[in-house]
């Protein structure tokens, strides 16, 4: 696979960590137990378009949301995971 | 008696080659494969079959062979399962057969074949059942010898293997027509391109058909088109070379045999060389492969695909035989007949099963003596002697020949369109599979997308490279595709010979015959993948690229279904076998990953270091002196040195990170689950990182430089990985948070100077207006210091050993310096350098935890840290942590332990068991994680793990471990051996 990093190009996806759901948000410190178990434990499994987490370890070290397609790893796109909401 | 023609092919006559095949000489010519010059010297039988030892001879010239595999080589260079057609000959070559004894030509395990009928399909599975505990020592072992293909030489490769990465506009894979066409309308055009080309001469189709492109001979141009491209600058021609897989967004695999054509590769050059090329877009152009008929005894040495026997005669020059049958459902073989006729062999019959092909016949086939029906059988012993031929009037008659010339049409290349998952679609007309979806970026030309004759693979070449460029936004420069000549090639498939005596052979290099498909159908497995695994059909080093297609056929036929709805099997990488030294490359031995060296690894070397691998590090173990044999004395002497006098260690391997910014404490504060906030300048504080499922993620200490200036260590084991959570908390969590941070781990050597002489040595290398008195800095302190030659450094006192100890920083490159400073300052002190031993018996006695005891499962309440779990904040894991389980006193708790017998060793993996309860896990109640002999206690001492441990101080329990067979008697205790009111590191 390739990952068109916006700060470094298109790069091996071996460069790469990958994390899991960009969609996750951490409960704020007052939400109750079940939204941190939800938090920690469960996830989607899509098979269609899916936003990710991946880490530019070889690179620039920046978190990416990349938005891959699970059944074709076609991207769609890729951006900084910084300010992404 | 050769069989070399006098003239012609694409031989270097002037360059004699001379090799071996089992022990006996023979010769051939430069631009030979083994293949070709062992049938040059009239060698027919070169392999006996997989499973009924039956004498095989050369089908194919190309990958797809089955039969003829053959062991290269000697020694540690053997290597078996060879393609003879593939392998390029050269001088010296040593070749031996395989699967036979004692010899090729007398194989005792031919009886085999007798007892075929108890070897069909399913037979490992019905035959070998009982008793079950005979298959691992008598079943599996008895079918290996008897059934297999060569051996591996057991000694390490002498060669090495390299891996590059590429990059282009265009990959051309393939170099026919179609890949010629296509690579030149591209590099004409200034694209970047690629062409790799499986044989070690480009040209396919080009090299072994006589065939007219433009007004010349087809070779002729295919040598003009190389010689272009040869010339441009932006195009790179990889012969040799084959294209094993398809990844995904345009990334390909391919094997490059740089070396495999000579004895033994040149100084610095590799063997192979596994590249990574990544193509924005990509002609595929691996042409078709031809079939073999299905008749009984179709595997006779003699009998040869028709395209083999043409590219025998005209690209080598071998003349595979003198009375030659051809048996084609098609009008491509007439070529091979011309062929045949022109190298001066006899056309005995060309048989040929379509009513109307007498009609159309034209040229040599016309006068060819036709014979409307098919070939039965096969007839002869260890090699073809006649066939057997039933005519279209029922007639069945006798030929007396040598060679049989077969041709079921053709099968596109594909492997590489299906990679990705995307399945081929039938073709009814045309009755062959062609790519359906295809992967992004590639489009397919010539015989792999259906068009079988030169004229369509140069048009759809053409066009395939005009699309690709216009698609990428190149104007393609280039004139029209040149004319090609005429050929027929009307076609009827036969899927299969009307049954007669003697194997039909379908899948040559498994044996499989119809009649396994016939049992496997019958036995509920006629699905194509469950008649595979069923049968075996189309596993092994060909992959069924010969056998796959009639294999379908006759499942279609059994069930009833067409080819399209039986289905192909899934294609998977690689398309050809691939050595594993390519796919290791040079990452083997020492040289597996990266050696990471510490700053003062010379020195420690000059010192008689013993070194261990810690994690990526190299790092001193324990430093024998002379007439140390054991590992334990020296160890036994370090820790003696830093308790009574001053040791030395490089902790520079802790990961390393500087902090800076106005919200670098509020980062920590949420990173670690102690507190930070009562943390002034100039000092250091132990903490513990959690996950957010609330088990310890890591420690280390953290020390505040400046106001707004933090410097962290983590373990060494877990650097990366910490520094990749702090970005993940940094860039996804908290956005809002104004600190940047940096790995420093690299740029700081950083020593422990450890022992009740630490600070007197110290201060030996500072400048002289640095006080570090215990007043001056006491426990815990953190500061920027400068050595007595104005070099800058960081100091700070810590202590992993828990004596009086320090660790001393200074830049990288002078660690080497300051570390001999400190050890020649120190000589009169009795300092010593001690390693990783003496680090891990220390920190054992104190009861620190460590990797056998942070290892990703254990809780800070379990390890006796919970009381640092702040209740004020909000930090990563702060929430989860609170839960019940992660406190559960039936759980396990950090505890010590030590022998009852003073005298007995302990051993870390082993099991707590009560005394006199059975050894059964239902009464294990936890493991021992660290074991050390303790030089101050005069015994050995353990850490471990046990359930409501902290309670249980003074009793006794077993420690067993049946790995090793050992059963001690110990003693449970606090976890602090040595010293635990801390009196002397706060000396």
């Given at each position: 696979m390739r990952i068109h990093c916006p700060h470094c190009g298109p790069r091996g996806h071996d460069e790469f960590v990958h994390h899991g759901d960009a969609a996750l948000r951490r409960p704020p410190a007052d939400a109750p137990d079940a939204a941190f178990h939800d938090y920690v434990y469960l996830r989607d499994n899509p098979a269609g378009p899916y936003r990710e987490l991946w880490f530019h370890a070889a690179g620039c070290h920046s978190w990416l949301v990349v938005e891959r397609d699970t059944r074709t790893h076609e991207i769609r796109s890729v951006t900084f995971a910084r300010g992404d909401a | 008696m050769s069989a070399r023609l006098p003239s012609g092919g694409l031989i270097d006559r002037t360059r004699t080659l001379r090799f071996t095949f089992d022990g006996r000489s023979h010769e051939g010519f430069a631009g030979d494969t083994l293949a070709a010059a062992l049938l040059a010297d009239g060698v027919r039988l070169v392999g006996r079959s997989f499973k009924y030892h039956r004498p095989r001879g050369v089908l194919t010239a190309g990958p797809e062979e089955p039969n003829a595999l053959v062991e290269l080589r000697a020694g540690a260079r053997r290597e078996p399962n060879t393609r003879a057609t593939m392998a390029e000959l050269y001088d010296g070559l040593e070749a031996r057969s395989q699967n036979r004894w004692p010899s090729l030509r007398f194989d005792l395990l031919s009886v085999n074949g007798l007892f075929s009928p108890l070897l069909g399909a399913g037979f490992y599975y019905k035959t070998f059942m009982w008793p079950a505990k005979f298959w691992e020592k008598v079943y599996e072992p008895a079918i290996r010898r008897a059934a297999g293909l060569g051996s591996l030489s057991t000694e390490p490769d002498p060669d090495h293997y390299e891996k590059a990465t590429a990059f282009c506009d265009l990959l051309v894979v393939g170099s026919g027509p179609a890949g010629l066409m296509a690579a030149l309308v591209a590099a004409r055009s200034g694209a970047r391109v690629i062409l790799a080309e499986q044989d070690f001469l480009f040209g396919g189709r080009c090299l072994s058909e006589r065939i007219a492109i433009g007004d010349g001979s087809a070779h002729r141009w295919a040598q003009s088109v190389v010689a272009e491209l040869a010339s441009m600058p932006d195009v790179r021609l990889l012969p040799r070379t084959t294209v094993v897989a398809t990844y995904d967004h345009g990334a390909y695999t391919a094997v490059e045999r740089v070396n495999d054509h000579v004895a033994v590769p040149p100084a610095f050059e590799p063997r192979q060389r596994l590249w990574r090329i990544v193509a924005k877009r990509t002609v595929l152009a691996a042409g078709a492969l031809e079939r073999p008929l299905v008749f009984?005894?179709?595997?006779?040495?003699?009998?040869?695909?028709a395209s083999a026997v043409s590219t025998y005669i005209n690209r080598y020059a071998v003349k595979p035989g003198r009375r030659a049958v051809v048996f084609a459902d098609n009008d491509h073989a007439w070529s091979t007949v011309a062929d045949l006729r022109a190298a001066g062999a006899e056309i005995v019959a060309l048989v040929d099963p379509r009513p109307d092909a007498r009609n159309r016949a034209v040229g040599v086939a016309r006068d060819a003596p036709l014979l409307t029906g098919v070939v039965r059988r096969a007839l002869g012993g260890r090699g073809l002697q006649g066939v057997e031929v039933e005519g279209a009037d029922g007639r069945v008659q006798r030929i007396d020949c040598d060679l049989l010339a077969v041709s079921g049409g053709w099968t596109p290349t594909l492997h590489l369109t299906s990679h990705l998952g995307a399945r081929p679609r039938w073709d009814a007309a045309r009755s062959m599979f062609l790519p359906d979806r295809l992967p992004p970026g590639m489009l397919v030309a010539g015989a792999a997308s259906g068009g079988l004759h030169t004229a369509a693979a140069l048009a759809t070449g053409f066009r395939a490279a005009e699309d690709s460029l216009r698609s990428l936004g190149i104007t393609p420069r280039g004139d029209t595709p040149p004319v090609a000549g005429e050929e027929a090639d009307a076609w009827t498939p036969l899927w299969r010979a009307p049954s007669s005596r003697g194997k039909h052979f379908i899948d040559f290099q498994n044996d499989v015959t119809t009649a396994d498909l016939e049992l496997a159908h019958r036995e509920g497995f006629g699905a194509s993948e469950h008649a595979k695994r069923y049968t075996t059909l189309g596993m092994a080093t060909d992959q069924g690229k010969t056998s796959a297609l009639n294999g379908l056929a006759t499942l279609a036929s059994l069930t009833g279904k067409t080819i399209g709805e039986v289905g192909t099997t899934t294609y998977r990488p690689p398309y050809t076998p691939v050595a594993i030294g390519a796919l290791a490359g040079h990452h083997r031995g020492p040289d597996f990953r990266p050696t990471r060296l510490t700053p003062s690894h010379e020195w420690a070397r000059e010192q008689g270091a013993v070194f261990i691998e810690s994690g990526a590090w190299l790092r001193a173990q324990y430093f024998p002196q002379a007439g140390?044999?054991?590992?334990?004395p020296p160890v036994i002497r370090e820790v003696q040195a830093v308790r009574s006098a001053v040791g030395l260690c490089d902790v520079s391997t802790l990961g390393k990170i500087e902090l800076k910014g106005p919200d670098a404490l509020e980062f920590i504060e949420r990173l670690y689950?102690?507190?930070?906030?009562?943390l002034a300048v100039g000092r250091a504080r132990y903490g513990v990182m959690l996950r957010e499922d609330g088990r310890v993620m890591d420690d280390g200490t953290v020390a505040r430089l400046g106001e707004q200036h933090w410097f962290m260590t983590t373990t060494t084991a877990n650097a990366v990985a910490v520094y990749q959570h702090m970005q993940h908390c940094h860039q996804v969590l908290w956005p809002e948070l104004d600190v940047q941070f940096t790995s420093v781990t690299e740029q700081w050597a950083q020593f422990a100077v450890a022992g009740p002489h630490s600070r007197g040595l110290l201060q030996r290398v500072l400048a002289p207006g640095e006080d570090i008195s215990n007043e001056a800095f006491p426990y815990m302190g953190a500061r920027a210091v400068t050595l007595a030659d104005g070099l800058r450094g960081r100091l700070f006192r810590l202590s992993f050993s828990g004596e009086l100890a320090y660790e001393i920083a200074v830049p990288s490159r002078h660690g080497d310096a300051v570390i001999r400073r400190l050890a020649a300052a120190g000589q009169d002190l009795g300092v010593v350098p001690y390693g990783l031993e003496a680090l891990g018996v220390m920190r054992i006695e104190k009861g620190h935890v460590a990797g056998n005891e942070l290892t990703g499962r254990t809780s800070a309440q379990q390890l006796g840290?919970?009381?640092?779990?702040?209740?004020k904040k909000d930090y990563i894991g702060a929430r989860l942590a609170r839960l019940p389980a992660l406190d559960d006193p039936a759980d396990t708790q950090l505890v010590g332990l030590k022998p009852i017998d003073c005298k007995t060793r302990l051993v870390s993996g082993a099991h707590f068991l009560p005394i006199g309860s059975p050894t059964t896990f239902e009464h294990e109640q936890g493991y021992v994680t660290s074991v050390a002999y303790s030089p101050s206690l005069g015994h050995w001492i353990a850490l471990g793990l046990l359930k409501n441990g902290r309670q249980r101080h003074g009793e006794r329990l077993r420690a067993v471990d049946l790995l090793r067979g050992q059963e001690t008697e110990v003693v449970i205790c606090d976890p602090v051996f040595i010293d635990p009111q801390g009196d002397r590191l706060r000396g």
């Amino acid at each position: 696979m390739r990952i068109h990093c916006p700060h470094c190009g298109p790069r091996g996806h071996d460069e790469f960590v990958h994390h899991g759901d960009a969609a996750l948000r951490r409960p704020p410190a007052d939400a109750p137990d079940a939204a941190f178990h939800d938090y920690v434990y469960l996830r989607d499994n899509p098979a269609g378009p899916y936003r990710e987490l991946w880490f530019h370890a070889a690179g620039c070290h920046s978190w990416l949301v990349v938005e891959r397609d699970t059944r074709t790893h076609e991207i769609r796109s890729v951006t900084f995971a910084r300010g992404d909401a | 008696m050769s069989a070399r023609l006098p003239s012609g092919g694409l031989i270097d006559r002037t360059r004699t080659l001379r090799f071996t095949f089992d022990g006996r000489s023979h010769e051939g010519f430069a631009g030979d494969t083994l293949a070709a010059a062992l049938l040059a010297d009239g060698v027919r039988l070169v392999g006996r079959s997989f499973k009924y030892h039956r004498p095989r001879g050369v089908l194919t010239a190309g990958p797809e062979e089955p039969n003829a595999l053959v062991e290269l080589r000697a020694g540690a260079r053997r290597e078996p399962n060879t393609r003879a057609t593939m392998a390029e000959l050269y001088d010296g070559l040593e070749a031996r057969s395989q699967n036979r004894w004692p010899s090729l030509r007398f194989d005792l395990l031919s009886v085999n074949g007798l007892f075929s009928p108890l070897l069909g399909a399913g037979f490992y599975y019905k035959t070998f059942m009982w008793p079950a505990k005979f298959w691992e020592k008598v079943y599996e072992p008895a079918i290996r010898r008897a059934a297999g293909l060569g051996s591996l030489s057991t000694e390490p490769d002498p060669d090495h293997y390299e891996k590059a990465t590429a990059f282009c506009d265009l990959l051309v894979v393939g170099s026919g027509p179609a890949g010629l066409m296509a690579a030149l309308v591209a590099a004409r055009s200034g694209a970047r391109v690629i062409l790799a080309e499986q044989d070690f001469l480009f040209g396919g189709r080009c090299l072994s058909e006589r065939i007219a492109i433009g007004d010349g001979s087809a070779h002729r141009w295919a040598q003009s088109v190389v010689a272009e491209l040869a010339s441009m600058p932006d195009v790179r021609l990889l012969p040799r070379t084959t294209v094993v897989a398809t990844y995904d967004h345009g990334a390909y695999t391919a094997v490059e045999r740089v070396n495999d054509h000579v004895a033994v590769p040149p100084a610095f050059e590799p063997r192979q060389r596994l590249w990574r090329i990544v193509a924005k877009r990509t002609v595929l152009a691996a042409g078709a492969l031809e079939r073999p008929l299905v008749f009984g005894d179709n595997d006779l040495p003699g009998v040869m695909l028709a395209s083999a026997v043409s590219t025998y005669i005209n690209r080598y020059a071998v003349k595979p035989g003198r009375r030659a049958v051809v048996f084609a459902d098609n009008d491509h073989a007439w070529s091979t007949v011309a062929d045949l006729r022109a190298a001066g062999a006899e056309i005995v019959a060309l048989v040929d099963p379509r009513p109307d092909a007498r009609n159309r016949a034209v040229g040599v086939a016309r006068d060819a003596p036709l014979l409307t029906g098919v070939v039965r059988r096969a007839l002869g012993g260890r090699g073809l002697q006649g066939v057997e031929v039933e005519g279209a009037d029922g007639r069945v008659q006798r030929i007396d020949c040598d060679l049989l010339a077969v041709s079921g049409g053709w099968t596109p290349t594909l492997h590489l369109t299906s990679h990705l998952g995307a399945r081929p679609r039938w073709d009814a007309a045309r009755s062959m599979f062609l790519p359906d979806r295809l992967p992004p970026g590639m489009l397919v030309a010539g015989a792999a997308s259906g068009g079988l004759h030169t004229a369509a693979a140069l048009a759809t070449g053409f066009r395939a490279a005009e699309d690709s460029l216009r698609s990428l936004g190149i104007t393609p420069r280039g004139d029209t595709p040149p004319v090609a000549g005429e050929e027929a090639d009307a076609w009827t498939p036969l899927w299969r010979a009307p049954s007669s005596r003697g194997k039909h052979f379908i899948d040559f290099q498994n044996d499989v015959t119809t009649a396994d498909l016939e049992l496997a159908h019958r036995e509920g497995f006629g699905a194509s993948e469950h008649a595979k695994r069923y049968t075996t059909l189309g596993m092994a080093t060909d992959q069924g690229k010969t056998s796959a297609l009639n294999g379908l056929a006759t499942l279609a036929s059994l069930t009833g279904k067409t080819i399209g709805e039986v289905g192909t099997t899934t294609y998977r990488p690689p398309y050809t076998p691939v050595a594993i030294g390519a796919l290791a490359g040079h990452h083997r031995g020492p040289d597996f990953r990266p050696t990471r060296l510490t700053p003062s690894h010379e020195w420690a070397r000059e010192q008689g270091a013993v070194f261990i691998e810690s994690g990526a590090w190299l790092r001193a173990q324990y430093f024998p002196q002379a007439g140390e044999t054991d590992w334990l004395p020296p160890v036994i002497r370090e820790v003696q040195a830093v308790r009574s006098a001053v040791g030395l260690c490089d902790v520079s391997t802790l990961g390393k990170i500087e902090l800076k910014g106005p919200d670098a404490l509020e980062f920590i504060e949420r990173l670690y689950a102690n507190g930070w906030q009562t943390l002034a300048v100039g000092r250091a504080r132990y903490g513990v990182m959690l996950r957010e499922d609330g088990r310890v993620m890591d420690d280390g200490t953290v020390a505040r430089l400046g106001e707004q200036h933090w410097f962290m260590t983590t373990t060494t084991a877990n650097a990366v990985a910490v520094y990749q959570h702090m970005q993940h908390c940094h860039q996804v969590l908290w956005p809002e948070l104004d600190v940047q941070f940096t790995s420093v781990t690299e740029q700081w050597a950083q020593f422990a100077v450890a022992g009740p002489h630490s600070r007197g040595l110290l201060q030996r290398v500072l400048a002289p207006g640095e006080d570090i008195s215990n007043e001056a800095f006491p426990y815990m302190g953190a500061r920027a210091v400068t050595l007595a030659d104005g070099l800058r450094g960081r100091l700070f006192r810590l202590s992993f050993s828990g004596e009086l100890a320090y660790e001393i920083a200074v830049p990288s490159r002078h660690g080497d310096a300051v570390i001999r400073r400190l050890a020649a300052a120190g000589q009169d002190l009795g300092v010593v350098p001690y390693g990783l031993e003496a680090l891990g018996v220390m920190r054992i006695e104190k009861g620190h935890v460590a990797g056998n005891e942070l290892t990703g499962r254990t809780s800070a309440q379990q390890l006796g840290l919970g009381r640092m779990l702040s209740t004020k904040k909000d930090y990563i894991g702060a929430r989860l942590a609170r839960l019940p389980a992660l406190d559960d006193p039936a759980d396990t708790q950090l505890v010590g332990l030590k022998p009852i017998d003073c005298k007995t060793r302990l051993v870390s993996g082993a099991h707590f068991l009560p005394i006199g309860s059975p050894t059964t896990f239902e009464h294990e109640q936890g493991y021992v994680t660290s074991v050390a002999y303790s030089p101050s206690l005069g015994h050995w001492i353990a850490l471990g793990l046990l359930k409501n441990g902290r309670q249980r101080h003074g009793e006794r329990l077993r420690a067993v471990d049946l790995l090793r067979g050992q059963e001690t008697e110990v003693v449970i205790c606090d976890p602090v051996f040595i010293d635990p009111q801390g009196d002397r590191l706060r000396g």
